[in-house]
């Protein structure tokens, strides 16, 4: 073990090599493309070094936007409804240079306080958040449409591995939680076995997606004792995708590290039935837990949550087709993340121990042709479109999942697991 922070000690043979991970494999950068890196001020230490294997690798230019969360909690403490709703053309331009421009690989670098906005006005930020994401909407479909490489990694900030391990010090909490990303991520001491360790990983879900692919099925059904009873209509021609994309280029990336899941979009006007959730969903910095949903003809027309309430309501209402799903995807309860028994209060990490659903907009790669099918059309294709996209994760220890073809039943998940 070695210092390489004033306040942080990691295995540094391994901490270089999650770094690589996220440069030759997360958003695999060629020679002379952009790098656009979104990182925590606490410590700069995992940014430099993606940025650092970037340039090895080729890349022509690395951005860095760091980000504060006090300052975020301070500026929705403070900022009048006007301010907060705004944003500066500066900030577009600065989407158009990067992502219309230059096609700049995006790397989000998250470790959020899962805590950090509860105490404050709901409402408030709800309404910050959907105008900002309307003024910024145009440039979503650089990553949703697969047009950049694009990552989401994790670093162990203080407040968040305080969050999962509460009787450790901030120091030993940040020190295990790097412990378990390593494991989850298959990050070894040795680069070779670290690449090894994540090609045979996407070879096998890639077979996976593969199977479901060749079926082609019309409709899955989810059942557990837990009182999920859920069926899910299949888009025409629909694709279910594994842990590599492919970007506008030609060129494969892993959009999320840890990954798990092979996924879909359900037909959005075709979910019926009751969805129950089964691990907490942390959005705009506060806890939603221990909440359900029903549905008829793809809309939520019910929900209940114990705590957070208000916040999964102001959710539902972003706009007017965020009560209908945009993602389904599977994750085997046996997967490593599930295996460490931790609730990580983060969605990269919670959603790859369990099968999960996704409210609001739905990947256009995930049906044939859907990529060229402007957003004002992507119903008619059977997706839905939204301001948000939110995962929570439905992935019972005896959920069942009956898939249906011509009448006929597959078994596809049997006890949590793939059948």
């Given at each position: 073990?070695?210092?390489?922070?004033?306040?942080?000690?990691?295995?540094?043979?391994?901490?270089?090599?999650?770094?690589?991970?996220?440069?030759?494999?997360?958003?695999?950068?060629?020679?002379?493309?952009?790098?656009?890196?979104?990182?925590?001020?606490?410590?700069?230490t995992l940014a430099r070094l993606i940025?650092?294997?970037?340039?090895?690798?080729?890349?022509?230019?690395?951005?860095?936007?760091?980000?504060?969360?006090?300052?975020?909690?301070?500026?929705?403490?403070?900022?009048?409804?006007?301010?907060?709703?705004?944003?500066?053309?500066?900030?577009?331009?600065?989407?158009?240079?990067?992502?219309?421009?230059?096609?700049?690989?995006?790397?989000?670098?998250?470790?959020?306080?899962?805590?950090?906005?509860?105490?404050?006005?709901?409402?408030?930020?709800?309404?910050?958040?959907?105008?900002?994401?309307?003024?910024?909407?145009?440039?979503?479909?650089?990553?949703?449409?697969?047009?950049?490489?694009?990552?989401?990694?994790?670093?162990?900030?203080?407040?968040?591995?305080?969050?999962?391990?509460?009787?450790?010090?901030?120091?030993?909490?940040?020190?295990?939680?790097?412990?378990?990303?390593?494991?989850?991520?298959?990050?070894?001491?040795?680069?070779?076995?670290?690449?090894?360790?994540?090609?045979?990983?996407?070879?096998?879900?890639?077979?996976?997606?593969?199977?479901?692919?060749?079926?082609?099925?019309?409709?899955?059904?989810?059942?557990?004792?837990?009182?999920?009873?859920?069926?899910?209509?299949?888009?025409?021609?629909?694709?279910?995708?594994?842990?590599?994309?492919?970007?506008?280029?030609?060129?494969?990336?892993?959009?999320?590290?840890?990954?798990?899941?092979?996924?879909?979009?359900?037909?959005?006007?075709?979910?019926?039935?009751?969805?129950?959730?089964?691990?907490?969903?942390?959005?705009?910095?506060?806890?939603?837990?221990?909440?359900?949903?029903?549905?008829?003809?793809?809309?939520?027309?019910?929900?209940?949550?114990?705590?957070?309430?208000?916040?999964?309501?102001?959710?539902?209402?972003?706009?007017?087709?965020?009560?209908?799903?945009?993602?389904?995807?599977?994750?085997?309860?046996?997967?490593?993340?599930?295996?460490?028994?931790?609730?990580?209060?983060?969605?990269?990490?919670?959603?790859?121990?369990?099968?999960?659903?996704?409210?609001?907009?739905a990947y256009p790669t995930t049906v044939?042709?859907?990529?060229?099918?402007?957003?004002?059309?992507?119903?008619?294709?059977?997706?839905?479109?939204?301001?948000?996209?939110?995962?929570?994760?439905?992935?019972?220890?005896?959920?069942?999942?009956?898939?249906?073809?011509?009448?006929?039943?597959?078994?596809?998940?049997?006890?949590?697991?793939?059948?």
């Amino acid at each position: 073990m070695k210092k390489t922070e004033e306040n942080m000690t990691v295995n540094k043979n391994k901490l270089e090599n999650y770094a690589k991970l996220a440069v030759e494999f997360g958003v695999n950068v060629q020679k002379n493309e952009d790098v656009l890196i979104n990182s925590s001020l606490e410590d700069p230490t995992l940014a430099r070094l993606i940025a650092k294997y970037a340039y090895e690798k080729g890349s022509r230019l690395v951005s860095i936007n760091w980000k504060d969360e006090e300052l975020t909690k301070l500026k929705y403490t403070y900022e009048d409804q006007e301010t907060l709703n705004e944003v500066p053309d500066y900030i577009i331009e600065k989407n158009i240079y990067q992502l219309e421009k230059h096609r700049s690989n995006r790397i989000s670098i998250i470790g959020d306080d899962p805590d950090l906005l509860k105490d404050l006005d709901q409402k408030k930020i709800a309404e910050a958040v959907r105008e900002n994401s309307l003024k910024l909407k145009d440039f979503v479909k650089y990553t949703m449409n697969d047009m950049v490489s694009w990552l989401v990694i994790a670093y162990p900030t203080k407040k968040w591995a305080k969050k999962i391990f509460p009787d450790l010090d901030e120091e030993k909490a940040v020190d295990k939680l790097w412990e378990v990303i390593f494991d989850v991520s298959r990050v070894d001491e040795d680069w070779g076995k670290t690449k090894k360790n994540w090609n045979d990983h996407v070879s096998l879900l890639n077979e996976k997606a593969e199977f479901l692919n060749s079926h082609q099925f019309d409709e899955v059904h989810y059942s557990s004792k837990n009182g999920t009873d859920l069926r899910v209509k299949l888009p025409k021609n629909h694709i279910w995708m594994s842990a590599s994309s492919k970007n506008e280029k030609g060129d494969l990336f892993l959009p999320n590290i840890p990954t798990e899941e092979v996924f879909t979009s359900p037909q959005f006007d075709g979910v019926d039935g009751r969805l129950v959730a089964v691990k907490p969903l942390v959005y705009n910095g506060v806890i939603i837990n221990n909440f359900e949903f029903t549905f008829e003809n793809g809309k939520v027309v019910d929900f209940k949550a114990e705590e957070g309430y208000d916040t999964l309501k102001e959710m539902l209402e972003s706009d007017e087709n965020a009560k209908y799903l945009g993602e389904i995807a599977l994750v085997p309860y046996e997967s490593p993340i599930s295996k460490s028994n931790i609730l990580f209060f983060n969605t990269l990490f919670d959603e790859n121990a369990s099968c999960h659903f996704a409210l609001g907009k739905a990947y256009p790669t995930t049906v044939k042709g859907g990529t060229e099918v402007d957003d004002k059309d992507l119903h008619k294709i059977g997706l839905n479109d939204s301001l948000i996209h939110e995962d929570f994760m439905v992935g019972a220890k005896d959920l069942n999942i009956k898939a249906y073809k011509d009448g006929e039943e597959f078994d596809v998940f049997v006890d949590g697991n793939w059948a």
